[in-house]
């Protein structure tokens, strides 16, 4: 335990001494030439090729914070995240403006993000996985142009990560898949679409893994957090149990397709603590 206790207060002592950056943004159109469909953003940076169009907002470590901006100098890994259901990436602007600051080239797909028609978990989980390789190939890309200042400063290192829909979805794109570095998620809901499910993909996890749920989360309580937890093949892997939190406190509290499902807090003060409380875990993790 004091062990434990040592590293934790290493890890958290480093990142309080890490230096942070101004946080830059992209909107970027991944392909992936092997399927079909997906969302485009318009306006946004078209990777040249056909086939599915994975619209991808990108938050990074920049020389100025802004839009297009130059990515700071330095190596950063690649953080890939997964919205919850019916929800967008924006509900996550504390989680990833947080990260990118801290060094981190953050990827989120704005995919299956509809209610009607439903989601595709199997097309998600394919993204999120695509989006892990496709991040680390921004080390070194050429065309266009507009990505160059990624050139050599991507660590060629990749994470997955999600909220519930997302976070069931990270073990779809993680199973089997050795070139990712690790998994970290929140609240995980069960996804299965044409017998693709997150239970079965976390069985064919290998790389470590954190997932972090929420103590009064009735959406995806502690029986789906096991079903996903106890048949992972990593042999490391933690989940932590976060005080007080609901299904929707993870990210900013915002989403109002969520909160249908369960509420969330209704105020600034409270999502802040509960967003030190898991970033707490995260953080270190990473």
């Known amino acids: 335990m004091k062990k434990i206790l040592l590293y934790i207060a290493t890890c958290l002592t480093l990142l309080s001494q890490a230096q942070t950056y101004p946080v830059g943004h992209m909107s970027i159109n991944f ?55 019916a929800m967008t990436w924006d509900s996550y602007d504390n989680i990833y403006n947080r990260l990118a600051s801290l060094g981190y080239i953050v990827l989120l797909p704005r995919t299956e993000s509809s209610i009607f028609p439903t989601p595709n978990h199997a097309d998600f ?27 050599g400063k991507v660590l060629q290192k990749s994470a997955i990560g999600g909220h519930s829909m997302g976070a069931g979805c990270s073990f779809i794109a993680a199973q089997n898949n050795t070139t990712v570095t690790c998994v970290f998620n929140l609240a995980a809901a069960t996804s299965n679409t044409a017998g693709i499910s ?11 893994l954190l997932m972090i749920s ?19 093949a990593s042999s490391i892997k933690f ?35 509960y967003f030190n409380r898991y970033m707490t875990y995260v953080e270190p993790f990473l």
């Open 239 to 273: 989940h932590s149990i976060i005080k007080d939190v609901t299904h929707c406190d993870f990210g900013n509290g915002t989403s109002g397709t969520c909160t249908i499902g369960q509420a969330a807090c209704n105020t600034a003060s409270c999502n802040t603590i």
């Open 31 to 85: 392909k992936d030439a092997s399927r079909t469909g997906g969302f485009s953003i318009s306006g946004g940076i078209v990777i040249p090729g056909t086939g599915r169009n994975i619209g991808t907002e990108v938050y990074y470590p920049a020389t100025v914070a802004g839009n297009n901006t130059a990515v700071a100098n330095g190596q950063f890994p690649i953080v890939v995240f997964g919205h919850g259901f």
């Open 125 to 151: 989980g394919a993204d999120l996985k695509l989006l892990a390789s496709q991040g680390l190939l921004l080390n070194s890309i050429s065309t266009p142009t507009a990505l160059a200042s990624f050139n």
């Open 214 to 232: 929420g103590e009064k989360d009735n959406v995806a309580d502690s029986t789906v957090q096991n079903s996903h937890y106890t048949p992972t």
């Open 198 to 208: 997150s239970i079965a993909g976390a069985s064919l996890v290998t790389v470590p």
